[in-house]
């Protein structure tokens, strides 16, 4: 005799219902909840085209050939079949969701129908293991480093290297067992939450485990295990990770955008900031969003590094919240990451073998990745709102505390992107363009008298106009009052003799020597300072080779 159903059966243990706006799903859960959406979308299409096994399939087999669950806007339905059901499904579920290859991790629901190659992939293990994955005991790598070479400029271009360790396993491969009892029925006990499911879940005190660790129901402790497919991670460097965690707010068009938020090569993994790496993804959606009918997901974008207080493990230090970006903002990012990208560079390094009159010296060229100074100013800018210019005298003044070098000698090898920036479209009025080409104007005016007056000694030329750029930047930067600014521009403006575009425009200027806007002026003129490239110098800029740039940042 069959065993009559229980209320509890039809609604607590044969089918879960997980909504998305539901009491307790903060945006890590609602990610979470859109990376098990994108996944159980990704077995659909493999089921579809024969790719997977009869044992690799969640609920199988299905009834009429639909799956054995239902993804709505803002609700997902999963049907076990029987209570006992949950353990095999769960099971198959897990083990196609966090998959490894190539001694790698291999994240199907966070792909499309191609995966991405293995440098792309060793950057995203690199990202999650400084985010989810970062203590040791939440996954099994290698304790030597594999060296993998690829070539980001196809195969005519140099070779880079990218290390990472083996990876042998990880926490969410085996979650499942967390969220079933021992008869395989879903659990109806609290699920103990630690920070590879959702990082910043930790216990605060040892002395008090019990009350300060973090418990929830099976419902929400299998969002978070998703989350590592819904959310994206990626390396700045080796000691500090970006977590992207995108607003879900359509499960449906969520397990369709997915994908697309994924670097799809080498170049698009690089990322200088938080800020930088969310509007990245922003712009990768939109490019794919040609109908315009999915929204572009707002996100919030959390920076993990080492503290001092705290240096074996990576510490949440800074969350922004980046909202979805508009079309003007997008343009701007957009125009930014074609003028501003990371670049490979090569340096010459040497190698020695051998000892006394054996000894020999190997030179051999070393390529490497280099990413823009401004462009994470631009991002972050963006992401609060502010021009996109804002803060530049920060670049100008602050000291680089990688290379204890001032940040302005890298902007050096920026400046025909800096002064592709500065064209018209990225502007919000007149006035900002107006200061820029005004001092454009007065630096061209000033280097040509300086020339005329050393046209026969071409090294004072130089000096002179080296001179003239530091005299100028000193004073913009070292200007702490809107008067001691507005001296400073007047002085130079005054310098340079009759000014075509103060005499076409001086209407638009005066309003941006307001004492509440001299700073967004001085950001201006520091802009104007930095992205101006005299003639006189276009073939010493030009010749700036690799191995200069390399010194730059060593």
Known sequence: MARKKSKKDETGVRRLTIRLFGPGMSRMHRAGLGGLASTLKKIEREVKLGQLEEDQIPGWPWE???????????????????????????????QFAFQIRDDLIFLPGQYGDTPPSMEVRAYLQQGMTLTFLQHGKARKLGKKEVTYSYQPEGDTGP??????????????????????????????????VAGPVNPGSVVRHVAYTGQTKIKEGVEHVLSLYFALVGCLALPINRGSGVLIVPDVTDLEAFSTARAWMTPPSARDCRIAGASDAALQAQVRLRSKMTARTLELPGCDAITFQPTPWATQQKSRVRALFVPSGSDRVLDVFEKALAELPPRVI??????????????????????????????PLVAENLARGDPWYSHFVDLMTKIDPATKKPIRDRILFEKRGLHAMIEEPVWKDRGESTVVRAVHQALRQRYGQIADENSGNPVA??????????????AFAGAKTPDQFRKSLCDLLSRAGVNPVLQ??????????????????????????????????????????????????A
């Not at 990472?164 to 009892?181: N, S, T």
């Not at 638009?508 to 003639?535: C, E, F, G, I, V």
């Open 504 to 553: 076409a425009e001086w209407e638009q200027l005066l309003p941006m020597l307001d004492a509440s806007r001299w700073q967004q002026t001085r950001d201006l003129a520091l802009l104007a300072l930095a992205s101006y490239s005299r003639k006189e110098s276009d073939e010493e800029e030009g010749a700036l080779n690799d191995e200069d740039a390399s010194e730059a940042v």
């Open 159 to 192: 070779t880079i290297q990218v290390s990472y360790k083996p990876c042998a396993g990880y926490k969410h491969q085996d979650g499942w067992k967390e969220l079933v009892e021992a008869d395989g029925c879903l659990t109806t006990k609290p699920v103990e």
């Open 346 to 375: 090569s340096r010459t390094v040497q190698e020695t073998s051998g000892r006394g009159r054996n000894r020999t010296v190997v030179e051999r060229t070393e390529w490497f990745w280099v990413d823009s100074v401004v462009r």
């Open 64 to 94: 009429d050939g639909k799956p054995p669950w239902r993804i709505g806007p803002t609700e997902l339905v999963l049907d076990f079949g029987t209570p006992e059901g949950a353990r095999p499904f769960l099971k198959a579920l897990f």
């Open 461 to 474: 030329m130089k000096n002179r106009m080296d001179s003239e750029y530091d005299r100028w930047r000193l």
